[in-house]
């Protein structure tokens, strides 16, 4: 039985095989079990990290001049809320034609055609423009996801944060991008990209009231209570009607204090004769009996003063 030798601290992390070996390592120390392989070339110290940006970092010292990461991957690296799906262990990398895309394990390879993007990313990042990741996320995006994507570049991470990108910048990049994969959906989603909004959510819940063939509901809408004013998520503010999202936040640790401050705040509204509707994460799967409510509200709101209507 051959025995384990100690290894440098900084095998902790990725490496590149070769590195391991002008280190110094011996090529059956690197294949040993307690050694990890994310893709071929690399070599990491187990236990394996499985998160998304351990695979990342790993595929990141294997590419080279040309390739960058891509569509889905490079827009979580921007913090951008696309599809999660815990089994899908795979990065999307893009080679600008007529560079050969990708082949190797866990990689997701595809071309792009020279002069889309501005800049060729580069190490240690290989990251496009958050603009440029939105244009290239079009190719295998839903348009909920899409519109979810952009509205949180121009939005950014949160209130408190500088947004990372502008729409006249998702428009630029999208003409640059126009004779690329996704350009039906970019045209098709690009008008919806809207600043302000907080969450996904709130995407997709306006989505569905656009869907649904009602007017657009207005963002962060205010309104007027006790001298103060209060910013629904989604609004008519003429009619009076407000939307607020009860996301997994609501129902934490602290449940019992957020629902107090929730109760306050639709009293508060409700005080000042605004209609609340409270929308939860399965009227978004499932928003049949969310929009009857709507529907209802906003005939009840024309029959009280039918001005409002206009």
């Known amino acids: 039985m051959r025995f384990l030798s100690p290894l440098p601290a900084f095998t902790s992390h990725p490496h590149r095989t070769d590195e391991l070996l002008t280190a110094g390592i011996p090529k059956w120390r690197i294949y040993a079990t307690d050694f990890d392989h994310p893709t071929r070339g690399v070599a990491t ?16 010292l294997v590419l080279k001049p040309g390739q960058f990461f891509s569509r889905r991957t490079a827009m979580r690296l921007h913090g951008a809320p696309v599809r999660d799906d815990p089994s899908d262990h795979t990065v999307d990398v893009g080679t600008i034609t007529p560079g050969r895309a990708p082949r190797r394990p866990q990689v997701a390879g595809h071309r792009l055609r020279p002069g889309a993007l501005l800049d060729l990313p580069v ?3 290989w990251l496009p423009s958050p603009e440029e990741s939105w244009c290239l996320l079009a190719a ?3 348009r909920a996801e899409l519109l979810a994507a952009g509205d949180f570049l121009v939005s950014g991470p949160s209130r408190w944060d500088r947004p990372l990108s502008t729409i006249a910048a998702l428009t630029e990049a999208s003409a640059r991008f126009r004779h690329c994969a996704g350009a039906v959906l970019r045209r098709e ?17 306006r989505l569905i009231i656009i869907d649904a063939g009602f007017a657009e509901p207005l963002i962060q809408c205010p309104v007027r209570v006790r001298g103060r004013v209060l910013h629904a998520d989604l609004g008519y503010p003429r009619l009076r009607i407000a939307f607020e999202y009860e996301g997994a936040h609501h129902f934490g640790s602290n449940a019992v204090e957020q629902a107090r401050r929730d109760i306050a705040r639709v009293r ?17 799967s499932d928003p049949r009996a969310f929009l009857f409510e709507l529907s209802q509200a906003l005939v009840a709101a024309e029959a009280t003063d039918p001005r409002l209507a206009e």
Request: glycine share 2%; proline share 9%; charged share 25%.
């Open 45 to 60: 110290r187990r236990p394996q990290d499985p998160t998304f940006r351990r695979l990342v970092e790993a595929v990141s």
């Open 123 to 125: 190490a240690p990042f």
């Open 140 to 142: 295998v995006a839903s």
């Open 189 to 205: 989603v690009l008008p919806l990209v809207r600043c302000g909004v907080e969450s996904p959510a709130e995407t997709a819940l």
């Open 268 to 284: 508060a509204m409700e005080a000042a004769r605004w209609k609340v509707l409270r929308v939860m994460a399965h009227d978004l």
